[in-house]
């Protein structure tokens, strides 16, 4: 993920074909090690593709992945909701006994 993010971060700089050394002098900016074999793998993968149609592409993938996690988040917060307060309310008397404690061990 970092190549790929130092690769982009050069196309936005204007150089519409980053080499491999100039995706380690991003990663040296910022004092990250540059993993040579990962550089020469995505640069091999985007070699005579425009950088927008891969984006492109990729959204359309990501459009068709499911998201259906939400739906079962949301229906177990009602459930979990009620025993919140329950909670709280015997944190709340543990702290009371031990204000009573503390009033106590202390004469003055």
Known sequence: MKTAA???LAVLGDNNSPSAEDIKKIFASVGAEADDDRIELLL???K??????????????LASVPCGGG???AAAAPAAS??????ETK????EEKEDTDDVSQNPS
């Open 6 to 8: 130092a690769f982009l």
């Open 44 to 46: 091999s993968q985007v």
């Open 48 to 61: 005579g593709k425009d950088i927008s149609e891969l984006i492109a592409a990729g959204r359309e993938k």
């Open 71 to 73: 739906v079962a988040v």
């Open 82 to 87: 009620p025993a919140a307060p329950a909670a």
């Open 91 to 94: 944190e709340e008397k543990v």
